[in-house]
C-alpha cells in the first residue's frame, strides 16, 4: 500500500511537470509572436521614414526641376594656380592648380564672371589649413569638398550646384 501512494504521487508529479512544460512552451511561442510583431513594426516604421507623409510634400518633390543630363563632353575650367602660406607657423607654402568641373556654359559663363570673389574665397579656405591637414589623402578629399562648396557660395548659386567637381591637377606643400 505504501507503494501505491508513492506510485500515485509519481504520478502526479510527472503532471505537474508536464503542465509546467506545456505553460512554458506557451510562453515561448508567445514571447516569439510579439518579437515578430515589434519586428514587423520597426520595418513598416524605418522603411517608411523616408517617405512624405502627407500631399504637399510630395507636391514639393515633383515640382523639383530634374537635373539636366547634358551631352558630349564634360565642361572644366581651370582656375589660376594659388601659392599660399598655410596656417601653423612653420613656414609652410602650398602650391595647387585646380580644375572646376561645370554643368553647362551657363555655369562657365557665371564662373568667370564671379572669378575675382572665387578667388579671394578660396585664398581665405587654403590659407587656413595647416600642412598636417593636407598631407593626408583624406585631407586632400575633405578640402576638394570645401573648395566645391566655396565655389558655389561664391557664385550666389543658391540650392543649384554650378560646380559638379574640382579636381587637383597640381599640389604641392613645401615646408621650410
Known sequence: MAEDKKADKADKGEKKAG??????????????????????????????????????????????????????????EKLETFVVNLSGGDGSLLQVDMQAELGDEEAKKKFTDYMPKIRSALILLL???????????????????????????????????????VLFTSFIIQKQ
Open 19 to 76: 503542465g509546467g512544460n506545456k505553460l512554458m512552451l506557451v510562453v515561448v511561442i508567445l514571447l516569439v509572436l510579439v518579437l515578430a510583431g515589434m519586428g514587423g513594426l520597426a520595418y513598416v516604421m524605418f522603411s517608411n521614414m523616408n517617405k512624405p507623409h502627407d500631399g504637399a510634400a510630395q507636391t514639393e518633390q515633383t515640382k523639383e526641376k530634374p537635373k539636366k543630363k547634358k551631352e558630349g563632353p564634360p565642361i572644366f
Open 127 to 165: 590659407s587656413s589649413k595647416s600642412a598636417a591637414e593636407l598631407a593626408t589623402p583624406d585631407g586632400k578629399v575633405k578640402l576638394k569638398a570645401q573648395v566645391k562648396q566655396i565655389i558655389n557660395e561664391s557664385m550666389d548659386s543658391g540650392e543649384e550646384e554650378l560646380v559638379q567637381s
